[in-house]
């Protein structure tokens, strides 16, 4: 009875898509346009008529909204519209799990997971929550903002810091994630970056945005849109592409996680020691079976805590694990962010990896890793609820 | 020296208000008089901040403020360049700090580090509260500022 509550090898990913993706302000579309275009594409690489979608799941109340998607899109009926709850980026593989749940559950045949964000046409993240220009604060920021401590970067270099001061990790662990990332999208030509090559000499010359944080260790700010197109493994050949299978997805946060005024107990953590122990478990692999992994990016020293909790490396291990060599494709002893990720690529919240993890176990990835029967995305590190999924070939189920 | 220069960051950042509930209301109102006050629950005298309705380790909502002296530790600190905020623009590096109070069951609380903003930084060291009063602010408040002890007795010979 136990075994039928999981989703592992439930649902396949069976179509991909993507807008173009520019530097924030720079599309010519606005954020409702570039989501019909992302979905479009995932349905065309699906073979799946637009019309027979009949779900929608997201994450960061994506204002792409279901009904007005499904009314544009002229779907014959929507049977699941669903929103991950909170965690911004943290939602990226959840709102894959929940899909997923969706189908397995026989709420849904066909669901869509997307994002579209246009940062130009709304706010900006990098200045923080809050309303520009308001001129009180209350609540949780009230005890933050005042000191100047207002954007996701200073909350989590704070955190960072601390990790990096509990296991000796050094700058050039931060530094590898960075051009690890750059390198990948040199291959990509949909990557923003594409054509911008980042060098060691570089990364040390530029400015400090907050200290450990160097500029090239933040993501960018973009515009653009991703989708996924989700089905029933049963049916899973009967798309073009070779199926990629959900082994394992789950989202959560330890034990007083995000906790308010920098309060959470495990402080230099970025919120995955509950949520890899329970991804791996349905997935029935452990992190020597994970050939390649995309692990979001807001900020490199994130990377670093999130492969850590994922069980990827011990604690003291940081700085000797985290080379370039290691970290790159193909044959680094664990390439991370093949696409480029939310540095290089472009920071669809995380959701243009999830769409890289699908390419990694389908073999057409710009950066192919060795090993990519078995591929993971690890989503949004800091912000709780975060999640994480496994994919995987049919050879694995 | 004038109100505003005594401030370690320029005016013009959002001003610290309670919430319409007033949760947070005894925490400023012990600022402006110059009292550190934070949430100590009456039933189980566990401690917990931020403030909230309830007490995280027993759900009692009999949480009441007790005075704690304003000293404490660094548990992380950062050197923040990037202007986050309008007010900030131009603004030279400035140094945040996680002071934790073992003293208040290793509750924590952020703040700045006053002094050079260049000084060498270490967590654990033992830091001592400041309240930086804005009286001419519309609504006046006070902000609890840090700084290490060994600035807090003065100049150092031969430093």
């Not at chain 1, 929608?56 to 109340?61: A, G, I, L, M, T």
């Not at chain 2, 924590?108 to 602010?137: K, S, T, W, Y």
């Amino acid at each position: 009875m136990r075994d039928t509550r999981t989703l592992r090898g439930k649902v396949a990913v069976v179509g991909i898509g993507e807008s173009r993706y520019f530097k924030h302000g720079k599309s010519p579309d606005p954020e409702f346009k570039l989501a019909l275009q992302a979905i479009l594409a995932a349905c065309r690489d699906a073979g799946v008529d637009p019309r027979d979608v009949d779900g929608f799941s997201s994450f960061s109340n994506d204002r792409s909204e279901p009904v007005r998607l499904g009314n544009a899109l002229g779907i014959r009926e929507l049977r699941f519209s669903n929103m991950q709850w909170a965690g911004g980026g943290g939602g990226a593989a959840a709102a894959v799990g929940n899909a997923a749940a969706g189908i397995v559950a026989g709420m849904a045949e066909c669901i869509v997971v997307l994002r579209s964000l246009a940062q130009g046409q709304f706010q900006r993240f990098g200045f923080g929550p809050g309303a520009p220009g308001a001129k009180t604060v209350s609540g949780d920021m009230a005890f933050q903002v005042p000191y100047g401590a207002i954007s996701p970067a200073q909350r989590f270099a704070m955190q960072t810091r601390r990790f990096m001061h509990d296991h000796g990790v050094r700058q050039e662990a931060l530094r590898a994630i960075a051009l690890a990332s750059y390198h990948h999208a040199q291959s990509n030509p949909r990557a923003v970056m594409y054509g911008r090559p980042l060098d060691a000499a570089t990364y040390d010359a530029s400015r400090w945005i907050v200290e450990p944080f160097h500029l090239y260790d933040c993501c960018m700010e973009n515009d653009g849109a991703a989708a996924l197109i989700v089905v029933a493994a049963e049916r899973a050949k009967d798309f073009p592409h070779k199926p990629v299978y959900l082994l394992g997805s789950a989202a959560g946060a330890d034990h007083r996680f995000g906790a308010p005024s920098h309060n959470t107990p495990d402080y230099g953590n970025s919120g995955f020691t509950t949520v890899a122990k329970r991804v791996y478990e349905m997935a029935k692999v452990g992190p020597k079976d994970v050939g390649v992994v995309q692990s979001y990016e807001n900020f490199t020293g994130c990377v670093v805590m999130s492969l850590y909790e994922h069980g990827f490396f011990a604690g003291d291990e940081a700085n000797e694990f985290l080379t370039f060599a290691n970290l790159t494709a193909p044959d680094g002893r664990l390439p991370i962010n093949t696409s480029g990720g939310n540095l290089a690529e472009c920071y669809m919240h995380g959701f243009e990896m999830v769409i890289e993890a699908v390419r990694q176990v389908r073999g057409d990835s710009p950066n192919q890793a060795r090993r990519s029967d078995v591929s993971m995305m690890t989503a949004g590190p800091m912000i709780p609820p975060v999640s994480s999924l496994i994919f995987g070939s049919e050879a694995t189920l | 020296m004038t109100a505003a220069s005594k401030s370690y960051l320029p005016e013009g950042l959002p001003i610290p208000v309670p919430e319409p509930d007033g949760l947070s209301a005894p925490y400023w109102e012990g600022l402006r008089r110059g009292a550190l006050l934070v949430q100590r629950c009456s039933a189980c005298g566990g401690w917990q901040w931020g403030p909230e309705w309830i007490c995280h380790h027993c759900h009692s909502f009999e949480l009441g403020w007790a005075p704690i002296e304003p000293r404490g530790r660094i548990y992380s600190w950062t050197r923040s360049f990037h202007p986050v905020h309008p007010a900030l623009k131009d603004h030279p590096p400035y140094l945040i700090v996680v002071v934790e109070l073992p003293h208040a069951g290793g509750i924590r609380m952020v703040g700045n580090l006053l002094g050079d903003a260049q000084q060498a930084v270490r967590i654990g060291a033992e830091v001592v509260g400041v309240f930086e009063h804005h009286p001419d602010a519309q609504p006046p408040f006070t902000l609890l500022q840090w700084q290490s002890t060994r600035a807090a007795r003065g100049p150092q010979p031969g430093g």
